[in-house]
C-alpha cells in the first residue's frame, strides 16, 4: 500500500524533547555542560543519553582565581569532541533569522 502525505511524519514536527535535537543535526549548536563548560560545534550525532558528536568546537571553560578572586575564561579548539550525555545540563538549537 503506498504512503499517502497524511500518513507521512513531518520532519519538522516537535512532539518529545529530542525532536528538537534531531532537528538541530548539521547545524551549530550551543551546549552547556556540568563543571562551568559551554561548548557551541556543528552536531553530527546524539543519542537518548544525549551522548553527542560535534565538530568545529570551541569550548569555554569559567575558571575562579583564588588568589585574585577573578572569574578566568579558558578558551579550547577541537576538530571533533564527543560529549558523554551525563555532563550536559541544556542543547540549544541554532536560532532562526
Same mark, same amino acid.
Given at each position: =500500500?503506498?504512503?499517502?502525505?497524511?500518513?507521512?511524519?513531518?520532519?519538522?514536527?516537535?512532539?518529545?524533547?529530542?525532536?528538537?535535537?534531531?532537528?538541530?543535526?548539521?547545524?551549530?549548536? !550551543?551546549?552547556?555542560?556540568?563543571?562551568?563548560?559551554?561548548?557551541?560545534?556543528?552536531?553530527?550525532?546524539?543519542?537518548?543519553?544525549?551522548?553527542?558528536?560535534?565538530?568545529?568546537?570551541?569550548?569555554?571553560?569559567?575558571? =575562579?582565581?583564588?588568589?585574585?578572586?577573578?572569574?578566568?575564561?579558558?578558551?579550547?579548539?577541537?576538530? =571533533?569532541? !564527543?560529549?558523554?550525555?551525563?555532563?550536559?545540563?541544556?542543547?540549544?538549537?541554532?536560532?532562526?533569522?
Amino acid at each position: =500500500m503506498a504512503d499517502t502525505g497524511a500518513d507521512q511524519l513531518d520532519d519538522t514536527i516537535v512532539s518529545e524533547p529530542l525532536d528538537l535535537v534531531r532537528l538541530s543535526l548539521n547545524e551549530r549548536v !550551543f551546549v552547556k555542560l556540568k563543571g562551568d563548560r559551554e561548548i557551541r560545534g556543528r552536531l553530527h550525532a546524539y543519542d537518548s543519553h544525549c551522548n553527542l558528536v560535534l565538530s568545529d568546537v570551541e569550548e569555554t571553560v569559567y575558571v =575562579m582565581d583564588d588568589e585574585e578572586a577573578d572569574l578566568k575564561t579558558i578558551k579550547k579548539q577541537s576538530e =571533533m569532541l !564527543f560529549v558523554r550525555g551525563d555532563a550536559v545540563v541544556l542543547i540549544s538549537p541554532p536560532t532562526q533569522s
